[in-house]
Nanobody, 121 residues
Framework: QVQVVESGGGLVQAGGSLRLSCAAS????????MGWYRQAPGKQRDLVAR???????NYADSVKGRFTISRDNAKNTVYLEMNSIKPEDTAVYYC???????????????WGQGVQVTVSS
């Protein structure tokens, strides 16, 4: 079994900062990619940022220059540093992990339960 647990959401004023954390635990051999997605009410879930085990990153255009993703491979943890937050960043933020349970086996994607980020103007 694998658990993916996010933390750090909350209410923040526009222009402020927030740091999200996500830890994966359980039957894990290795994690290839960890990512953050978000879903606003009535909209689809979209990629925010993702990071490989080697540290390569990808960002949605809407957050480039404002958000930074990082990870601690030893702790199976990924972070999302959110700066210059805007009201349109309001959403439920979900973390995922593409991981292997055994060496040389296929990866499986696990999702966290999501954390609410609300930005007041």
């Amino acid at each position: 079994q694998v658990q993916v647990v996010e933390s750090g959401g909350g209410l923040v004023q526009a222009g402020g900062s927030l740091r999200l954390s996500c830890a994966a635990s359980g039957s894990i051999f290795s994690i290839d990619v960890m990512g953050w997605y978000r879903q606003a009410p009535g909209k689809q879930r979209d990629l925010v940022a993702r990071i490989t085990s080697g540290g390569s990153t990808n960002y949605a255009d809407s957050v480039k220059g404002r958000f930074t993703i990082s990870r601690d491979n030893a702790k199976n943890t990924v972070y999302l540093e959110m700066n210059s937050i805007k009201p349109e960043d309001t959403a439920v933020y979900y973390c995922n992990a593409d991981l292997r349970h055994e060496p040389f086996k296929s990866t499986f994607r696990y999702w966290g339960q999501g954390v609410q980020v609300t930005v007041s103007s």
